[in-house]
């Protein structure tokens, strides 16, 4: 059983921060990636940002510059450090898994947590 704990969501207004953290635990063996994604009321869910098991980072353009991704191994947490929100920015967060268990790669998505942006 793969668990991940997603904390950090809330209401701030426009060009205020907040910061998103999500644990994960359970039968994992290494972690490939971890990221966050988003989905707006009525929208696709979309990918956010994300960190590999090398570090490498990546990003929505439209986030690029406001918002940083970190991640700490010996936690396996990964953080979403969000500033200049705007309330474009509204949606529910998903922090999202790549892992190996044995030499299986599987994928696992935390339950969400929203991120409300008042103008």
């Known amino acids: 059983q793969v668990q991940l704990v997603e904390s950090g969501g809330g209401l701030v207004q426009a060009g205020g921060s907040l910061r998103l953290s999500c644990a994960a635990s359970?039968?994992?063996?290494?972690?490939?990636?971890m990221g966050w994604y988003r989905q707006a009321p009525g929208k696709q869910r979309e990918f956010v940002a994300g960190?590999?098991?090398?570090?490498?980072?990546n990003y929505l353009d439209s986030v690029k510059g406001r918002f940083t991704i970190s991640r700490d191994n010996a936690k396996n947490t990964v953080y979403l450090q969000m500033n200049s929100l705007k309330p474009e920015d509204t949606a529910v967060y998903f922090c999202?898994?790549?892992?190996?268990?044995?030499?299986?790669?599987?994928?696992?998505w935390g339950q969400g947590t929203q991120v409300t942006v008042s103008s």
């Open positions: 999202h898994l790549e892992y190996y268990s044995g030499t299986y790669l599987y994928t696992h």
């Open positions: 359970g039968s994992i063996f290494s972690i490939n990636a």
């Open positions: 960190v590999r098991s090398d570090g490498s980072t």
